[in-house]
């Protein structure tokens, strides 16, 4: 079955940081696109981050840019979001989720496979 | 960058009835739109891609159309499983990913 499980949130300081993990399994992590999105207390889903296959390309939203960091250690089927100088509006629910390509233009559109979240409280 | 304006915002219907929900985006996205389903405490889970064709596993009573800039998710009958949050989503500008506000599909 393919899965990929989140870990690492946790209660952190504004000005702090914090590293999540996400684990792909039963589909090689390395051959597909990858995402974080989260989902504030209250709000709607929000795309935070996107890697390309093979890690070729990152993507950031304006939100994040320049203090969250996303890679991957393909040997360990593992997404990283590496985030930094967190604030209270970075509080949210954290998702991965493996990318599904368009079948009209074979480009990573979509989002197929989804963890069940790890929780992210940045508060002092 | 391209938004989407999901409506209503909240649709109180009984099990059995007919749901349609709608997004608009704010310029052309062709074909270009998923949907998904929310509950809480839940992964979210795709329905629908290129606005009309459903994921893997997803009931038949599921179904989306439109392009452009007006697509439509339509549940020919709801089940009491259905009752959760539906989001539409677009990637059309590249690398940028947008999703529509969602809509509350309630027990009436």
């Known amino acids: 079955e393919v899965q990929v499980l989140e870990s690492g949130g946790g209660l952190v300081q504004p000005g702090g940081s914090l590293r999540l993990s996400c684990v792909g399994s039963?589909?090689?992590?390395?051959?597909?696109?990858m995402s974080w999105v989260r989902q504030a207390p209250g709000k709607g889903l929000e795309w935070v981050s996107g890697m390309s296959v093979s890690g070729g390309s990152t993507y950031y939203a304006d939100s994040v840019r320049g203090r969250f960091t996303i890679s991957t250690d393909n040997s360990k089927s593992t997404l990283y979001l590496q985030m930094n100088s967190l604030r209270a509006e970075d509080t949210a629910v954290y998702y991965c989720?493996?990318?599904?390509?368009?079948?009209?233009?074979?480009?990573?559109?979509?989002?197929?496979?989804w963890g069940k979240g790890t929780t992210v409280t940045v508060s002092s | 960058d391209i938004v989407l304006t999901q409506s209503p915002a909240t649709l109180s219907l009984s099990p059995g009835e007919r749901a349609t929900l709608s997004c608009r985006a704010s310029?052309?996205?062709?074909?270009?739109l998923a949907w998904y389903q929310h509950k809480p405490g839940q992964a979210p889970r795709l329905l629908i891609y290129?606005?009309?064709n459903r994921a893997s596993g997803i009931p038949a009573r599921f179904s989306g159309s439109g392009s452009g800039t007006d697509f439509t998710l339509t549940i020919s009958g709801l089940e009491p499983e259905d009752f959760a949050v539906y989001y539409c989503?677009?990637?059309?500008?590249?690398?940028?990913?947008?999703f529509g506000g969602g809509t509350k599909v309630e027990i009436k």
């Open positions: 310029q052309n996205i062709r074909s270009s």
């Open positions: 290129d606005a009309s």
């Open positions: 989503q677009q990637r059309s500008d590249w690398p940028s990913l947008t």
């Open positions: 989720a493996k990318e599904k390509r368009s079948s009209k233009t074979n480009y990573y559109y979509y989002m197929d496979v």
């Open positions: 039963g589909f090689t992590l390395s051959s597909y696109g």
